[in-house]
């Protein structure tokens, strides 16, 4: 992770000029509270830009997020799944990898679905959707 001030989002694509990414996992979102927490957990310190993670969000939970659509500024994300800590987490901060791994502490990826510009300070939020009202039949 790579510190910016904004950064521009493609859909179908990802992070403008990133190299790794896929159709699949085109951005990866850390938490900054569930970093400050595995590291709180193994008494260690590092920067999460460690964890090498596109972006980093503050002040919404990550866990159990799958499917649903993040907004950050003007960008939606549809969340893909958990991402798995790799053994770099080790070379960090022993312990580290392990602590990541659990209640989806090494963060998510996700797809974009439009183009957008984001910035530092962008108000991040689940996009909540109107539950479908059934129709009644006539009696």
Do not use: K, Y
């Not at 209640?103 to 996009?127: K, M, P, T, Y």
């Amino acid at each position: 992770m790579d510190a910016a001030s904004e950064v521009r989002l493609i859909s179908g694509q990802g992070v403008e000029g990133s190299v790794d990414r896929s159709r699949r996992r085109q951005v990866t979102i850390l938490e900054q509270e569930a970093w400050a927490r595995c590291l709180a957990e193994t008494t260690g310190t590092a920067d999460p830009s460690a964890r090498r993670a596109n972006l980093l969000v503050s002040g919404i939970s990550l866990a159990r997020t799958r499917s649903r659509v993040l907004r950050i500024g003007d960008a939606r994300l549809t969340i893909g799944g958990e991402l798995t800590p790799c053994e770099r987490m080790e070379e960090v901060h022993a312990g580290l990898q392990a602590a990541l791994a659990v209640n989806w502490g090494g963060g998510v990826f996700a797809q974009v679905l439009a183009d957008a510009v984001i910035h530092v300070g962008d108000s991040v939020e689940w996009e909540v959707t109107e539950p479908r009202q059934e129709m009644l039949a006539p009696n």
